[in-house]
């Protein structure tokens, strides 16, 4: 059954030093992804150790979270019917070496650190990671529908 949901969207610092913002934005446009919160953000590393402490123990979360903070993000929360899964479908796999075609991290990630993009995993961590980066005033859409 469709389900209007909410999902965070990351343009990650690789991507954004790429000049890669627009192209990234247009693919989420196109797809009928709407953007009801955006902001360019630089990371503290309190704030990326904090967004990925699901990670804090795999050995790539140090580098993880030096590679986050290392220039501005693009944060942007999306609405749509199934965004999360059709977000998580224009990403690609995490890795980009196995992405699929046509995908954004295939087509602009480098590894499977640097890989452009993030998206939320499931309605309760969208939720969350919403939350994280917007307050109620920085999103459009009806009152109750507002993370948190
Ligand atoms: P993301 O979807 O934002 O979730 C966790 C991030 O950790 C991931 O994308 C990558 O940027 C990074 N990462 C680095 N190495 C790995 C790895 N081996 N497996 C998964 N994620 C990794």
């Known amino acids: ?10 343009v990650k610092p690789d991507a954004v030093a790429k000049g890669a913002i627009g192209e990234i934005l247009r693919r989420i446009e196109a797809a009928g992804l709407r953007p009801i919160g955006l902001k360019l953000v630089q990371l503290s590393e309190g704030q990326a150790r904090g967004f990925y402490a699901v990670h804090r123990e795999r050995p790539f979360y140090a580098s993880l979270v030096k ?25 690609g ?3 980009p070496a196995r992405a ?13 650190e640097r890989n452009a993009v ?15 980066f917007f307050n109620a005033t920085e999103i459009q859409g009806p009152v109750e529908a507002l993370p948190g």
């Open 67 to 91: 590679f986050m903070t290392s220039g501005p993000v693009v944060v942007c929360a999306l609405e749509g019917e199934q965004a999360i899964a059709r977000w998580r479908q224009l990403m």
């Open 100 to 112: 699929d075609a046509g995908s954004i991290r295939k087509d602009l990630g480098t590894d499977v």
């Open 118 to 132: 993030h998206g939320s995993d499931a309605p309760e961590t969208a939720r969350i990671e919403l939350a994280y």
């Open 1 to 10: 059954m469709a389900e209007t949901q909410r999902t965070l969207a990351i």
């Open 93 to 95: 796999a995490t890795d």
